[in-house]
């Protein structure tokens, strides 16, 4: 019988810039490994203030450069959401620590951690930083980090078994 697929959240603070790159990274590279059926993949903020809204217009443009689309639409993280994720990933220490703060956080089953801790080449504690009041520079520098933590997220989850 095929096993449920590992539920993961990445979660920012609007859900309009990092996380819904994360999301799109992550989706478009299960799509190409053809693991759609085993991994599912959503993305949340801590914020309400952009919920209902598109992705930012510039991540939007930087992530279709690499024949990535972002089409998730901006929610805030739910106390609820804890008992539908497998695994959630925060972009910073203070996502993590608003997420640590809600009351489930405290029996959450999954793992609660950032998501660059499966960037095999991150040190510990590495954040993706905020990139809405800055340059283009950094929605590129999102991209790049987005990827690396997915792809090292996929061989985290390959290598304990759970794609097999
Ligand atoms: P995100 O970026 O957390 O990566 O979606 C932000 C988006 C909006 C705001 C801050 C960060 N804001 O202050 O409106």
Redesign the pocket.
Known sequence: MARPPIRVCFV?????????TAEGVMRHLVSAMGLEERIFVDSA?TAA??AGERA?PRARTFARARGIALESRARQFQDADFARFDLVLA?DAENLSDLGALPGAADFGGRLGLARDFDPASRNGAEVP???YGGDHGFEHVLDLCEAACRGLIEHLRDEGHLD
């Open positions: 920012c603070l609007g859900n309009i810039c990092r996380s819904p903020g203030y952009h930012d972009m905020d990139p809405y």
